[in-house]
């Protein structure tokens, strides 16, 4: 299957070098390998009328549309580090619930409120992660490197999209012939490797007449 070109993708900055999420079910080794793929976070045309919350591999995100397109950052404002998800969009910017930092499309702080003075918003930015919109959802890698792509979907593989899947909080997770599996929970995919991700990834469906993908009301 010839690969779309991607439609949209959101400046990044970094995670840390040798970061890992706290309380990880994936070993040391796994998390960094699993963390070079790219992920499906939402469906592409989801109006995310308010921020969302995330989570892959462990790791809480913010998936929330701009205009200028869907962006997704680390949920945790740099300020207090408490979840940009309980925020909102105003003005093309996410706005924290908390205090009231605001940010652009690229992560970067835009304002701090007087009360928070001499704070600058030089000194606040979001870690943001890319977003690449492909097969009508939209995908996001956590340590992004050249040479690795967002997978290519096979519409006959018997792993599809669960609706669990595009929930208002949703974990990363797959349905095959036996139910659920998520690698949250599931043992057998705790410490899920590349050569498993791969094996998923190349057999899911990614919607069909028969089988579409399931609609989210955010
Ligand atoms: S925690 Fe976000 S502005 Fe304070």
Known sequence: MQAEAPREAGSFRPLPEGFLPSNCTYSEQDWPVLARQWFPVCRADDALARPRQVVVLGLRLVVYRMPDGIRV?????????????GGRIE?????CAYHGLRFGSDGQCTKVP???APKTADCFSVTMFPAIERHG???????PEEGT???DGTPDSPFKLSSEYFAESMIFEFRDGSGIVEPENHQSLRNLGLSEYQRLLSGIGFGSETSPLPSSAA
């Open 149 to 151: 792509e967002v997978p």
């Open 91 to 95: 003005g093309g910017e996410l706005v």
């Open 73 to 85: 950052g680390r949920d945790m404002c740099p300020h207090r580090g408490l979840p940009l998800s």
């Open 137 to 143: 959802l939209v995908w996001t890698c956590l340590i």
């Open 114 to 116: 007087e009360k928070l």
